[in-house]
């Protein structure tokens, strides 16, 4: 749909495009071919929205798949007040429909439709029937309402319904072309989404930005590999099916894997790692011992890697720990003006000397946290920011336009800066743990005392036959460094740390354990525990802004909250009951009313408790410390309230003696 500047609309698209400053120009109409030029296009194509983004340069990456359902003759024993009926287990739902029954299916095995391209002419029509493809879940639906048994089939319809790579539709400015915003991808639910999601849009074309935090659906999301046709057809067999299935927790998907691999890939693997996928990368989520088959056996107790992964946790707690972390999304910044962008951008302040860290929140103009990274100084001119690798294109696509002079950060200002993304070009070793500069240190010559190399800073070193960047830094509340490795040096990195490992209690260890360990310590995770609805001051990270910078973005919502309190805070729970586990979403009640909900869970072993982090808003005034610790506090956890221990601080070494050992 091309909308104007009023925002009434001037018709339905053929084409649009991006002039050369990579902004929308508008479109051309079906039928007539009346030229439209629009500051604001919203491509909302359905199963066309693919074809339709990549003429104009951008990623909306979904596929077509063949969708059944059937409407049976008359049945007298329904009516329009028949509820909605669904069959997880048979994969299929049934409603009434003018008297008679309607049936559909999301099957396991979907079929693509559209692999060359969806043919000119072709505009909501029908499919050639396959009984054969769907007649178990015929059956099925039978076994479910045995009055199908006895009702003829009025109509077999077979119809294409487009699917992401996630099931979840895409919403949100282009992070490749300024004014271009998608609605797509609605993966058979646009009716159900449709209210909502229209209001949502225009807010967001309006004000600049969503009322509300809309990442799991942000389009920004995307990577750019994903418009790849062959991956698309191949995740699409299996996300159709994925709308019925059981929603285990650390569900890993099975299809189009593989798509984006660290260089120590196949090390891991031969060492027993079970991977998943963020963002296309192959990780490592936990390691399984000799005689252990990687694979997940899924259940909302304690899986089968529960124990395996308590393992690396503690080794990571009581000698030394190494985690693969190449997925970091990693971006250069150089120019004259590289400090002065940023540190408009970052809420901490980054003007320090070369060759150190500084862990900050990019906010929004409301206080709001965009980002939550790291940011080092490598030269006067020259920074290196690390984000995770789920947020790498939005992180990547609010600093270039900051340097653009777009958006909150740029104030129609040109820098003389250049960003690069360079993520691929280096592997990271994350080496964690009390042996860690021990095991270390064995294998460079360059000093790594804490006089010599305290918290927060980084310098290249020799380590093996390679120069890496060595950054003492933690995720997991420990002494240790991150290893910025050139990838072609990784593998004889990786050998050089893992052959003297084993006098220093070396393990390997993975993203399930790097979970538990940050969450004993407290640090949160974008897109959980803060997002661009909480300021740093709720989600007590206050410490890490610069309040004595003259300006950033967002700054005076923050010295608000500051000056005059805030009705949320982040809370650290541990549940009394060990046996019960924590996920996010769950309630969270204080002296018998629903204050908030978990926003990261996970067992710490270490401390042996079922902990989670979360929001507790005080109904009638300030979420004050005061107020947070007189509360007794429950977590609904499968209908069942739970007693649970609460504080402001993390269970696990408060006081942060540990990083700075």
Known sequence: MLFRSDGRARGVLATFGAGEGGAAVGGRTVGERVEIGADVVVNCAGMWARDLAAAAGTTVPLHAAEHFYIVTEAVPEVSPSMPVLRDPEGCGYFKEDAGKLLVGWFEPVAKPWGMSGIPEEFSFTTLPEDLEHIEPLVASAVHRMPVLGGTG?????????SFTPDDRYLLGESPDVRGLYVAAGFNSIGIQSSGGAGKVLADWIVDGHPEMDLWDVDVRRVMPFQRNRAYLRDRTVESLGLLYAMHWPFRQPETARGVRRSPL?????????????????????WFAPEGVEPRY??????????????????????????????????????????????????????AVAPGRIVYTQWLNERGGIEADLTVTRLAEDRYLVVTAAATQVRDFTWLRDAVAGHGPAGGGRTSRAELVDVTSGTAVLSVMGPASRALLQSLTPDDLSHEAFPFGTSREIDLGYARVRASRVTYVGELGWELYVPAECAQEVFDVIVAAGPAYGLRHAGYHALNSLRMEKGYRHWGHDVSPDESPVEAGLGFVVGWHKEDFVGKAAVERHKREGVRQRMVQFALRDGSRLLYHNEPVWRDGVLVGRITSGMYGHFVDRSLGMGYVAHPDGLATPEWIAAGSYEIEVACERVAADAQLAPWYDPKSARIRS
Request: charged share 25%; net charge negative; aromatic share 14%.
């Open 265 to 285: 890939h196949d090390r891991l693997a031969a060492r027993g790692a079970c991977f998943g996928e963020t963002a296309g990368w192959e990780r490592t989520n």
């Open 297 to 350: 056996e899924y259940t909302y107790g304690r899986q089968n890697w529960f124990a395996h992964s308590a393992a690396e946790h503690r080794a990571v707690r009581t000698a030394v720990g190494i985690f693969d972390q190449s997925s970091f999304g990693k971006f250069l910044l150089q120019g004259p003006d590289a400090e002065a962008v940023l540190n408009r951008v970052s809420a901490n302040d980054v």
């Open 153 to 161: 089939i009025r109509l077999f319809f077979n119809g294409p319904e």
